[in-house]
């Protein structure tokens, strides 16, 4: 820390990740280069063959990709979607979590969309849809509303990064050009915070009715069709309700794992854990009600053609998948999540490794049965997902892990200027607030 | 386009000539028992009770060519479009096989080039000149033999005269030997496909779905 005579400060630790890299990151890092290589061989594999090598046909005409598409684009809504409501309802112990909430999302989107271009039989097409866009096509409203979403979650990424990135330009660490270009002139003054302050509070209302817009319009892809359990109004809000779920999964197991490998078992907190846990807790309890309600309907209103994909799901070929998803998404992680005891850092990963499961089954369970159960006769066919589907799935896993180790090499993955600032403000502030709450406090 | 289906025996006369017509790749035994035959047109089974107590009916299938299509909403590139005729076709060249008509047909009757189309040497010379053919990664579907329409009307106007009901029918309805199908102009009232849409044995596939089919059954047997 003593590099070039500057003084060691508190949260040096936090800065520790950028300074110093252990055997253990060269060595994930080569192993996860190894898997992205393998995937991309996969890929290209199926670019020159063509979309056969994969397990699809008709009528299953989607497969993991498109589940593939549904879930990351639902992981991307743990962070900035999450930062911006505790940001506004200025809950005070979001201030070190969020920052790896908003990661999540601006890196995971990539593979969301990914994903929907690893799927086209043409990709070399792909600039037809801004060529000749055609908006009648859900497909489209995907398009405009997450290209708003990576951009202004980026801007929401990088705004309260500023002070930090200035910080690492005065501490005279490598890339000194990088961090000045990103510091943008950062000096600290009471008018460059208000400013800021004003920035990152408008981007977290505007972030919000656009995140929720963006899965209400993945959920429009299948809900548009007239096909049989896709063509539902739940859909929208079941999707977001899900894309929550499986968001903040997905953050309990990234903090998990930046505690453990940089030691931050100070600032990441048992107590951080208990209340995303809590969270949790309500969107498994949210998520449930969602399930019965549409499976009620359908099963009540007993269509025929309906009827077939819901019994291929509770009974026929799709049972494993589809009480696979109830036991990861509810029956384990609800009683792990409902008692004090049991909502510890490790407790809280266990249940949110199970979700994550959990939400990809239901994904899978969404768009393959309805699609093997055709209005019209058809051949009986199934759909067993190809090494090449696998290959491209596990190579999107490996590169979002590697591009979050990356970022953390690059930026302090927990904020420092706002655990400082809450520190120095907050604890007043709070105070402050409490008194309005309350009569004879001496605040009317 | 009407079907009888008193006069259909099932005979896939259709199936034959469409794939001699429309240039359908010959996908192998291997790849049409993943299901990845293309059939612009096809028989469907229909089949209610238990054996021996059957009833069963056999339906050919070609793209119902609906006043609403389903597919032409959800292309996001305008890749499938309906005609002044009313035929729904698609530019195979913008194609992007996102495969979201594929899903939101209630028909099924949109098929995928999961491979680049392969013909024995032998068939090469036979393909015919008028159908383009669909490279990997395209969508593609019964067109009731557009390629002949545009043929008759130049025939029509190189004879300087008005293109005549016949001049122009698809390969199906030609092939077929139980003059099962007729194939004309819905919208005039007099034309006998009009006639027999108006009949009683008339009836559309999925019909309450209000996708507002342009092919017409008449049921058998009554």
């Known amino acids: ?444 | 386009m009407v079907i009888d289906l008193d006069k259909c025996s099932g005979c896939q006369a259709c199936v034959v000539a469409c794939h001699a017509e429309n240039n359908i790749a010959i996908i192998g035994p291997e790849q049409a028992a993943m299901g990845r035959t293309i059939h612009w047109i096809e028989l469907l089974p229909f089949v209610e009770g238990e054996y021996p107590y059957l009833k069963a009916r056999l339906l050919p299938r070609p793209c119902m060519h609906c006043e609403h299509p389903p597919c032409i909403k959800v292309c996001p590139v305008g890749a499938t479009y309906a005609n002044e005729e009313g035929i729904v076709g698609i530019v195979y060249s913008r194609c992007i096989g996102c495969r979201y008509c594929t899903t939101a047909c209630p028909y099924t009757v949109r098929y995928f080039n999961w491979y680049e189309p392969k013909w024995p040497k032998e068939m090469k010379g036979s393909l015919n000149r008028d159908v383009s053919i669909r490279r990997k990664g395209v969508v593609e579907k019964c067109s009731f033999c557009h390629h002949r329409l545009l043929k008759a009307r130049e025939r029509a106007r190189a004879e300087n005269r008005e293109l005549l009901p016949d001049d122009y029918i698809p390969a199906c309805v030609q092939a077929c030997p139980g003059n099962a199908m007729y194939f004309g102009d819905l919208n005039d009232p007099f034309s006998t496909v009009s006639k027999l849409s108006r009949e009683r044995r008339a009836f559309k596939l999925l019909e309450d779905l209000g996708t507002e089919p342009k092919v017409i059954y008449l049921s058998e047997g009554m």
């Open chain 1, 1 to 444: 820390m003593n590099k070039k005579g500057v003084k060691p400060r508190a949260d040096a630790i936090l800065l520790q990740p950028i300074q110093k890299t252990g055997r253990s990151f060269y060595l994930t890092l080569f192993a996860l280069i190894a898997v992205i290589l393998w995937a991309v061989a996969a890929y290209l594999y199926q670019y020159r063959n063509g979309l056969g090598v994969t397990g699809l046909s008709r009528p299953i005409f989607w497969g993991v990709y498109i589940t593939n598409f549904v879930f990351f684009i639902g992981i991307s809504h743990a962070g900035t979607l999450i930062s911006a409501i505790l940001r506004l309802a200025r809950a005070e112990w979001r201030r070190a979590i969020t920052r790896s909430a908003e990661v999540i999302t601006v890196l995971v989107l990539f593979f969301g969309v990914g994903n929907i271009l690893i799927d086209l039989g043409g990709p070399d097409r792909m600039l037809n849809v801004l060529k000749y866009p055609h908006f009648t096509s859900p497909l489209l409203w995907d398009v405009s509303s997450i290209t708003i979403y990576l951009i202004a979650s980026s801007i929401y990424l990088y705004l309260p990064l500023i002070p930090d990135i200035a910080i690492l330009r005065d501490h005279a660490g490598r890339y000194q050009w990088f961090y000045r270009i990103l510091a943008l002139n950062w000096r600290g003054t009471e008018k460059q915070h208000r400013l800021l302050e004003r920035g990152i509070a408008f981007m977290a209302i505007l972030v919000i009715p656009v995140a929720v817009s963006v899965h209400t319009v993945v959920s429009f892809v299948f809900a548009m069709t007239i096909q049989p359990m896709w063509h539902t109004a739940i859909f929208g809000p079941y999707f977001v309700a899900g894309a929550i779920f499986s968001g903040i999964a997905a953050l309990i197991v990234a903090m998990y794992l930046i505690r453990k490998v940089y030691h931050l078992e100070d600032y990441l907190r048992p107590v951080h854990f208990n209340n995303l846990g809590i969270l949790l807790l309500v969107m498994t309890l949210l998520w449930f009600y969602f399930t019965f309600t549409e499976y009620l309907t359908t099963y009540y209103g007993a269509d025929p053609i309906h009827m077939a994909i819901f019994w291929s799901k509770f009974t026929g070929r799709f049972a494993p998948y589809f009480w696979g998803m109830f036991l990861f998404c509810f029956v384990i992680p609800l009683p792990i999540l409902s008692f004090a005891k049991t909502r510890t850092p490790f407790g809280t990963l266990i249940a949110s490794i199970s979700v994550i499961i959990g939400m990809w089954l239901e994904r899978y369970v969404i768009v393959v049965p309805t699609l093997t159960n055709p209005r019209l006769p058809n051949e009986a066919v199934r759909y067993f997902p190809t090494w090449v589907e696998w290959s491209v799935f596990a190579g999107c896993l490996a590169f979002f892990v590697l591009l979050y180790m990356i970022f953390t090499k690059l930026f302090p993955i927990v904020s420092i200027w706002e655990v400082r600032e809450g520190r120095k403000k907050s604890m007043a502030e709070v105070q402050e607030r409490i008194k309005t709450y309350l009569p004879g406090s001496g605040v009317r």
